[in-house]
């Protein structure tokens, strides 16, 4: 084994088979050795991460969830309290969060309302056309009140250069 030495580079004290090897490319798919299982495997099978040289992770998918649950399991108790020490000290934040949530609640409401009641029409109330079917809100204080338009006349409506008058609603 070689011992570490600052003017010679980094130098791994431990031995050669303990290592993640690099990348293995065939002239199909490239393969690489996951730190963990040693195995070869796919880049598929292995994470995105830009942070390293290849752009993958060193451990392979399944290895890294298997680390990822034996961490859970061992920091458990850890991450409760640290939930609870949250909760406790930040009573304000979650008290605007759930005003928010209260006051948005009668607009998704109604919002849901109107797709259940109003099915999306099979044809623009315009011109005929049935692609690229919109819902258009002619009055916003009436959430029900929907008519169905394409894409084209919908933006023509918004921009004023056509009207829905006299259109059946």
């Known amino acids: 084994m070689r011992k570490h030495t600052w003017q010679s580079g980094f130098q791994n004290t431990v031995g050669k088979s303990d290592r993640a090897d690099p990348p293995v490319t065939s002239s199909s798919n490239p393969l690489r050795r996951c730190c963990i299982c040693k195995e070869l495997k796919p880049l598929e099978a292995f994470a995105k991460d830009k942070s390293k040289s290849k752009g993958f992770s060193y451990r392979c998918k399944v290895c890294n969830r298997l680390r990822n649950r034996a961490y859970t399991r061992t920091h458990r108790r850890d991450r409760k309290q640290y939930s609870r020490d949250y909760r406790k000290n930040n009573r304000d934040y979650r008290v605007r969060e759930l005003a ?8 998704r409401r109604i919002e849901e309302m109107a797709r259940a009641r109003t099915n999306l029409g099979l044809s623009c109330v315009v011109c005929g056309s049935d692609k690229n079917l919109e819902r258009h809100h002619p009055n916003y ?6 008519v169905t338009v394409c894409r084209s006349c919908h933006q023509r409506i918004h921009n004023a250069t056509l009207t829905l008058e006299g259109i059946q609603i």
Do not use: D, G, V
């Open 100 to 107: 928010r949530a209260k006051k948005n609640r009668p607009k």
């Open 141 to 146: 204080n009436k959430p029900l009140e929907i």
